[in-house]
Structure formats: C-alpha cells, structure tokens
C-alpha cells in the first residue's frame, strides 16, 4: 500500500537527521590528498621547466630575463587543479595546497611569480656548457613565452624552418 | 578467432572490395573497404550479422596519406568483437553514401561529419547543420588539418538562423529550453504539441561545444590529454579518462600494470556508484518528488568524500596517464571504502525497498518514454535504457577492460522498457557496482601504478576503447600522430545515441511526462557535445547598451 | 446602528491584519518542517517575511502581454484573498455575517482562482498558457468540492448564514452523520489541491511549467502573489477548522482563539507532511481522482438532505 511505503520513506528521513552544516560558518576539512591550488616553493624550484612543459591547461610560463635571471610565473586563470606539475617537478617544489576558496576579484591573489637566480659556471663564467632541458627545447624553437601578454607561445619545428626564433644568442657546443 | 571468422565472412561476400584488415589482437578488427561498397558492408553488418552500430568518423588524413577516412564502428556483443570499417575518400571529392537509410542510427554521426570535416554523406535524407552554430560560413569545416585551432571564420553571420521544420497540423509549438529549470545544460527541443500530447519534436543542441578533439590533435599532448577528458562530462569524468588512455595504449599495444586495472576499475564503479544514486534523486526532483531527492543525494555523499580522499577531487579524479594510474589505494583507505559501501548498502537497501512498492512514484514512471526493442537496435540506444528494455548488453562483460574479466557480476536486465524500468535497473546496479568494488578490494594485487614508458608511441596505429559509462557506452577511437599526440580522437558519448532515440520516445505522450522521459535516458549534453568551439568574435563589434539588452529579453519571439 | 457598523468594520480589519501577520509565519513553519524532514537545515522560520521585503524593493518590470491586465491580476487576488478573511470567523464571530453569506463566500473562493487564470492570460507565453489550461481544469474539478462542504453544512442547519454553516455545521444531523464524516475525508483527501501544494500544485510545477502562470511575475507584484497564496493556506485551513473541526473554538476568549490557532497550525503540519512525501500528479491522473471524490460528496449531499 502505497500509504505504508510513504511512512517508510519518511521514516528513513526522521533517522538520519540533519547532516547539512551552515557552510562557511562551520566548513568540513579536507582530507590530506586533496588537490587545491598549487604553491610553488622558490628555494626549491632549479627552473627546469618541467611543470611548464607538462600542464595541460598551459598555466605556467618561463621566461628568462637575463642571463642569471629566470622568471617563472603561474597564471591561475584556467589552472585544473589537476597535479601534473606536481608529479613531475623533480626538486618537489610544488605542493598542491588545501585552498579551494579562491574566489577573488583580483587575480595577483592567485598568481605566483617566481624570479629565480641561476648561477653561472665558476671557471668560464657563462651559463652551464650543457644545455638544461628548457634550453633545449628553445634551440628547437618551442618555447618563448610571452609574459607581458599572458600568453604561452608554442612554435612547432615547421615554424622553425621558415623563420628563426632565436636570433642573437649562441650557444656553443663542444 | 573470432576477428579472423567475421573477415572471413567479409571477404566471402565482398570479394576484393575488402582491401586490407589489421588484427591487432582477437578483439579489434579494422577493415577497409573500397568507397562502392561501404554501404554493403555495413548493411551486411547490421543487418544479416546482427552487429551493434557505434559510431561514424570522419578524419582529414590528408596530410598523411592524401585521402580524407570515414570509418564505421560496429560491435558484436556475443562475440566480444569491436570491429571498424574504414574507407578512403578522395581529397577532391570528398563525398561518401550514407548508410542512414540501413543503419537508422548513423543519423546524427553522419551530418557531423558534413559540418566538421566536410565529407557529403549522398542520400542522407535530413542533412542539416547539427554541431556548428547557425552563423557558421558554409564551407568552413573545423577538423580540418588546414584549420588552425584558434584560427577564426570569416564571413560568420551573426544574424542567420536555423531552419526549423514546419509543425504538424493542429500543434502548437513549445520550446523547451535551452532555459528551463529542469535541464542543467543548455539544449532545445522544439516540441509540438496538441493540447496536452506531444505530436513531434525537432532538437537543435550542441550548444556546449568546446573544442575538445582539435585542441587534443593539435595543442595538448597524449599525458595531458586525460586531464582535458575527464571534463568533457560532469558527472561520469572518470570514464572518458580511462577510455581514452586505454584506447592509447590498444593502438600502441601497452599493457598497464595489474595494479593499476584494479585501481581503474574501482574508480570507475565508485563513479557509478554516485551518477546513479544522482539520477535516482534527480528523477525524484522531475517528477516533485523533493524528498527523495534530498534522500539519495545525503547517502551519496560518503562516496564523493571517499573519492576526494582517494584521488584528491570528488568528481575529476584525474586518474590515468597513458601506462597507468596516479593515485594508490593505501590499506587504510581500502578499510575505509569498505566502510562506506556497507553503509551505502544498508542505506540503500530500505529506500529502493520502499520505493518499489510506492504508487504514487509508479502512477508517474510506468508507461512512460517507451522504448521497443525495435527502437533500440535501430537508434543503437545503449546503457540502462537498452537494458531497461530488454536487450542484454554491458561492456564490462561484453568487450572487457581493466579489470572486469576477472571479477563476477550480474548484468541487470528489465523488459518494461519504460521509465518506471530504467529507475529499477539504476538502482539495482548499485548493489552490483558495491559488489564489484568488493572483490577488487580482496583481489587486488601489488606492483607498480603505472608503466615508464622511454620510447614515443608508434605513429599511425588505430585504437578503439569501449567502456560501461553509467549511461552507457562510452566508445573513443584514436589514431596515434606524431609530436606526442593523436592525429585523431573521436569521443562517443552514450547520450549521443540515446537522445536520437527521444523522438520515438516522447511522441504520443504527455507533455508533463517529456521532462521524465528525457530525464531517463539520463542525458549528459556536455558529453555530447564535446565538439567545436572557436571563438567567435566576428570582427562585428556590435556594443549592445543595457536599454537595448533589457528590451531585447523582454520582446516577445514568435 | 453606527456604532455596529464601525465595530463590524473594525473586527473585519483585525481579520485581515492577523491572516497578513501570520502567513508569512506559517509558510516559514512549512518551509522549516520540510526541511527537518529533507535531513537538512532549512531556512528561518522567518525567511518568508524576508523573502517578501526582498522582493517588494525591487523594481517593478511589466512584461507580458498585456501590463494592465498583469497589475488588475495581481491586486485583485490579494484583494479577494483579504475580503475571504473578513467574512471567516477566526476563533470568535464572524465580523461581517450580516453582509454576505455562504454565497458569497462560494463566489469568492471562485474569484481567487480566476485570478491565477487572468496572471496567465497576462502574461501569453506558452508555457503560462499551459499552466492556466491545468488550473482551469483543476478548477472545474475542484471548486464544486468545497461548495459542497458548504451546502451540506446549509443543507443540515437550514440557513445560509457564516455564522450558522460555518461552525461544524456539517455534523449537525439528527442521526450519526454519514454526511459530515464523507465530507471529512473528501475534504482532507483534496486539501493539498485547494492550498496548491504537492502532489496537487501541478498549475505551477516549476520543474515542467517554469511556474506557469506566474511566469511573468518579478519583484512587488511576485511579492504580492505569493502574499496571497500565503494568506490562501491560512485562510482554507481557517475554513476547514471551522467547517468540520468545531470542537474547542466555542470556550471563553482567550482559550477558545487559542484552540482555533493550534488546530490550524496542526492543519498546516499535516499539509506540509503529505506535501514532503508525495510525487507530483499529472494533469488527468489529478483529473481522474477529483471526479471520484466529487462522486462521493454528491453522495454526501444526498444524504444531507435525507437529514443523514
């Protein structure tokens, strides 16, 4: 009778009880896996390049001011929260934090910049003779990313034969 | 044996038609076939061997081998067979026969292939614009290799639109949506209706496209893919995920560590676990029911929490990478996972107990959204709403992966073919999916999580994946390319084929039961959708004052 | 004679002032039970208070149709729903029996729901229109069901004065009666129809009609209709107790107004109880189940005015 499985149903109702909280006054915590917004160590981080080379959303550029100084910086705009970065930094510098209240009306709050000093050889006094792997894919004329412009510029190695991207700076091979 | 047996019977019938098959294991056949006698083959597929129509593809390969490719994907469910039949076009004239008039359900894959790749199904009877927007350029085809991924249309019109039918006699017409409070996605049914019956409806979609399979072939690479695919759905995530990394490493002949099949496959149920118990409450909410939805949403949420523990996210589990998964099951949380599914079954049981024998959600659910068996072979209906009607099929038993020809399960089979059918079989598949995750608990084996692949995939090998999707089957096919991605990536989602089959299912009913019916069939529009977006800033720069906006939602349409 | 007709008028406003206090109230006392019953919080008991001052700041857009009908529409439901209050005795005497009777009140119940049908002419759309053709046929269905009640009551006690019919008069037969107990259960198995809750509010189910008739509705006049839809439950639940649930109302003030506020308030419980654990009905199932209960008050009627 449909009047007795009414009351049964409203009985499963009347044992749970109430098991909504009054979100943000009393908040549930995050378990330890969880995968809120990356934070970039700078102590840690050597500039390799990996976690730039590996987001699929393309949130992370590089770009190298100079010859001693590199800049890492993490958009945040379309970040997936996905880890990649994480799993393929080798110094793990990058932790995926608890936050996921990041709700802002000013992007710096999320954004990361990293200016990271690289050292130069001690006997020639020029960046190391062996290339890292950013300098290798820049000799191959994928990445030059565009800071000023937000904008992670990809170029393929058609591109590369039609016009040169790297223009001025030699790099020797022994 | 049973590839080399069905090349057999094609090659007896066709003779020299067959132009070279490719068995890369027992349970993928890929034939190609000259363009003449594609719709033979087909027909002889479908009709005479009793196969299941999948899905169409269309592939510029123009860059590779000078011709476009159309594939056709059947699949022989007895006989755990996914078989594809793929034909050359010419590049200057790209026109191929349909094969709708004998395999109804090709309908839709047909007329995308026309509006993104530009091949001409000849004798199509219904050849209009299905994914792109109505101001697209004629001519302009997005998948395309010569079409750049973030490269903009010239000539799009902002103000075309699109052709509806003409109503029957004596209907008035009633959109629905793309706005109504039922649907959480935007899409549109023109329905025509008579006083309180539906007579017919027209459906014009694809408004959630987002350029998923161009930015795969031409941006992101085979690891960052998975993360794009998992987001191509809401709800089932997990299952594109692993679709997709499984259709990879088939074409490239990988085999994951058993480990990670294990984890795979626990993933995948826990995600059935929380779309099905969503679609119960869901259904519940349809029909005003708003108990019930509360009910089965709060003994759901242990799952999601459970998830987020596991894999750090309670929906994009981000699990695969191509050889493997990311995340582990530590003993601690297998004690805990099995916590949770014992209370999800003490839980459960009670509610669909009472539910079975409540008239008041019966009198709304039975005889309502019928589809025959009739309607599911030849719209190709796949997931609880095939077996809801009848028809035995699942991939986990019928084209295993990961895990699941090792584990033991029941298949849950309903004939009502109605509403009221595919709400039992939904929940009776819970106890099914808590069943499984149990015994991949106790059978786990240890080892690696994933594979370290040194060497690049091998280029040019096809691959197809179907995975048990909770809607259904989800069905992806690859062809690996070069630069560390594929050339190309088809993704079928389940609701693909299940929404061609609400015409049928809606027509002669209330319209007060079309949002239950359309609601059965459990659509995920995002999964459909998957396709083209570019966008669209015309180069008309129009800046519409708020007078004008106001004005502009208030005036009423005819 | 003056000084009745000021102290008619008077009572007649403190009506219509406490129905305006206290729907509000008791909506929010729905609301709150639900959600206890949904295993979550739930909004304030005076969320609906809030949720009226909400709405009368915002601005007032007219769309539609036909703007003038969309304002007449709504003024003249609230208007209707506050005159209803004058004429039912709440705990004490009706304040203004010596102006309308059993009649009137029958018309005026009418008039509410013509309202609702005007509010979706108002507005043309499709989808208003397909809620205004349920509510008509509800109507059709439904409205006969009460006036029943009401004609059993002045079948048995001879007269159609509201203070007469409207105090248990239903049972006041000379033998057991057969005629108010059937009216009882016709009456409690329809309530949710007459106060558009679930499984009956199909007029305005939001997840199939996107509210109908009120679809055109936004900011004072929204607030303005779901006023009236408020007063309406308490109004028809002010009604029932009366009608068939006379028992208490009769003791000394201020016990009596008391027992006649606690009985509606239990009234409103129970409506929230079958409004929290029922499915909505399609039109003709709905349809189906009213000309059965309409069978059954005819039945009722007969044995009235055979004095059962």
Same mark, same amino acid.
């Given at each position: ?113 990293? &200016? ?59 | ?96 026969? %349909? ?20 091949? &001409? ?331 370290? !692949? ?105 | ?18 129905? @305006? ?147 248990? %008069? ?18 409690? !198995? ?82 929230? @109880? ?35």
């Amino acid at each position: 009778m449909s009047v007795l499985s009414k009351l049964k149903e409203t009985l499963v109702c009347l044992k749970a009880g109430r098991v909504t909280l009054p979100y943000p006054a009393q908040a549930r915590p995050v378990p330890e896996k969880f995968r809120g917004r990356p934070v970039f160590d700078v102590a840690k981080c050597t500039g390799c390049g990996g976690c730039a080379n590996n987001c699929p959303a393309r949130e992370i550029l590089l770009f190298d001011l100079c010859q001693e100084i590199r800049i890492l910086q993490y958009l945040g705009r379309r970040c997936t929260y996905c880890g990649r970065c994480a799993d393929v930094c080798p110094e793990k510098a990058i932790t995926m934090s608890h936050e996921f209240e990041t709700g802002t009306n000013s992007i710096g709050d999320i954004q990361q910049r990293l &200016e990271l000093f690289m050292s130069t050889c001690q006997r020639c006094g020029r960046c190391f003779k062996e290339p890292s792997a950013l300098e290798q894919l820049k000799l191959k004329g994928y990445r030059l990313d565009d800071v000023a412009h937000e904008r992670w510029v990809f170029r393929s190695k058609s591109y590369l034969d039609t016009e040169p991207v790297v223009d001025d700076i030699k790099i020797e091979m022994d | 044996m049973v590839a080399r047996e069905k090349l057999n019977l094609l090659k007896g019938k066709f003779g020299a038609a067959v132009q070279r098959a490719d068995m890369p294991c027992d349970e993928r056949l890929f034939v190609f076939v000259e363009a003449s006698a594609l719709k033979a083959v087909c027909q002889y597929l479908f009709r005479d061997l009793d196969a299941r129509y999948v899905i169409s593809i269309g592939m510029d390969d123009r860059p590779f081998s000078g011709h476009f490719l159309v594939a056709h994907d059947f699949a022989f469910d007895r006989e755990h067979l996914l078989c594809s039949v793929l034909t050359h076009v010419p590049a200057d004239n790209p026109k191929v026969d %349909s094969i709708t008039d004998v395999v109804p359900a090709a309908n839709w894959a047909e007329r995308e292939i026309y509006d993104l790749i530009g091949i &001409e199904p000849v004798g199509h009877r219904y050849l209009k614009r299905l994914v792109l927007p109505d101001g697209w350029p004629d001519g302009v085809h997005p998948l395309r290799k010569d079409f750049a991924w973030n490269q903009v249309p010239e000539g799009f019109d902002d103000t075309k639109e699109f052709k509806f039918d003409e109503p029957p006699e004596g209907c008035t017409v009633v959109p629905f949506g793309p706005f109504h409070p039922t649907l959480d996605e935007p899409t549109h049914f023109r329905l025509y209706i008579e006083g309180e019956m539906v007579r017919g409806c027209e459906y014009r979609g694809f408004m959630v496209h987002r350029g998923i399979e161009k930015l795969a072939e031409s941006v992101l690479t085979y690891n960052e893919i998975p993360m794009m695919a998992e987001r191509i759905c809401g709800i089932c995530g997990c299952v594109h995920n692993v679709a997709y990394a499984q259709a990879v490493e088939s074409a490239a002949a990988i085999k994951p560590p058993p480990r990670a099949e294990y984890i795979r496959t626990i993933m995948l149920e826990i995600e059935r676990l929380h779309s099905h118990l969503l679609w119960v409450g869901l259904a519940c909410h349809i029909v005003g029911f708003d108990t019930m939805f509360m009910q089965s949403w709060r003994i759901r949420e242990p799952i999601m929490w459970i998830a987020e523990k596991i894999s750090g996210n309670r929906k994009t589990y981000a699990l695969c990478v191509i050889g493997g998964v990311r995340w582990d099951i530590t003993p601690e949380v297998k004690d805990e996972l099995r916590g949770v599914l014992d209370k999800l079954e003490a839980e459960w049981r009670p509610v669909v107990a009472a539910v079975s024998k409540d008239k008041n959600i019966q009198k709304r659910t039975r005889g309502v959204g019928v589809a025959d068996r009739n309607l599911v072979k030849n719209a190709g209906l796949v997931g609880p709403v095939a077996r809801a009607s009848g028809a035995d099929i699942d991939c986990r038993r019928d084209h295993p992966y990961a895990a699941y020809d090792r584990l033991d399960f029941k298949v849950i089979v309903e004939s009502g073919c109605d509403v009221w059918s595919r709400v039992l079989v939904r929940a009776n598949e819970v106890f099914e999916s808590i069943k499984i995750i149990r015994q991949c608990l106790e059978k786990m084996e240890d080892g690696p999580l994933h594979l370290s !692949l040194k060497d690049e995939l091998p280029v040019g090998r096809f691959g197809l994946s179907s995975v048990e999707a909770p809607r259904g089957e989800s069905h992806h096919f690859v062809i690996t390319g070069e630069n560390n991605r594929p050339r190309r990536w088809r993704v079928r989602a389940p609701t693909y084929q299940n929404l061609q089959g609400i015409p049928a299912m809606i027509k002669d009913q209330q319209f007060a039961d079309m949002t239950i019916s359309l609601g059965s069939i459990d659509p995920c529009f995002s999964c459909t959708d998957r396709l083209e977006t570019i966008d669209l800033r015309s180069g008309v720069a129009k800046v519409w004052t708020q007078e004008e906006l106001i004005k502009l939602t208030r005036a009423k349409k005819a | 004679m003056h000084r009745n007709i000021i102290w008619m008028i008077l009572i007649g406003l403190a009506n219509v002032v406490i129905v @305006l206090l206290v729907a509000p109230f008791f909506q929010g006392v729905l609301r709150k039970i639900t959600a206890l019953i949904q295993s979550r919080q739930g909004p304030p008991v005076w969320q609906p208070y809030f949720d009226l001052l909400k709405l009368l700041g915002k601005e007032d857009i007219e769309s539609g149709e036909s703007p003038l009908m969309q304002r007449f529409a709504v003024y003249l439901s609230l208007a209707t729903v506050l005159t209803i209050a004058c004429l039912v005795p709440m705990g004490c005497a009706a304040p203004m029996n010596a102006v309308g009777d059993v009649i009137l009140l029958i018309y005026l119940l009418t008039l509410c729901g013509i309202c609702t049908l005007l509010a979706g002419l108002a507005a043309g759309s499709t989808y208003s229109l397909l809620g205004i053709s349920r509510e008509m046929m509800t109507m059709i269905a439904l409205e006969p069901l009460f006036a029943i009640a009401l004609v059993v009551g002045a079948v048995h006690t001879h007269s159609f004065r509201l203070d007469t019919v409207l105090n248990g %008069s239903v049972y006041a037969s000379a033998a057991f009666p057969w005629s108010g107990v059937i009216m009882l259960a016709v009456m409690l !198995l329809s309530f949710q129809a007459f106060v558009q809750r679930v499984p009956f509010d199909i007029s305005e189910a939001e997840t199939e009609l996107m509210e109908g008739p009120l679809m055109e509705y936004s900011g004072p006049k929204l607030a303005l209709f779901k006023y009236a839809q408020m007063a309406k439950l308490v109004i028809y639940s002010a009604l029932f107790v009366t009608l068939f649930v006379p028992w208490g109302s009769s003791l000394v003030f201020p016990l009596g107004w008391l027992v006649f506020w606690a009985k509606v308030t239990g009234l409103v419980l129970f409506v929230t @109880l079958v409004a929290a654990t029922h499915a909505r009905y399609r039109i003709d199932q709905a349809i189906r189940y009213f000309a059965g209960l309409l069978v059954l008050a005819l039945v009722a009627l007969v044995l009235a005015s055979y004095g059962y």
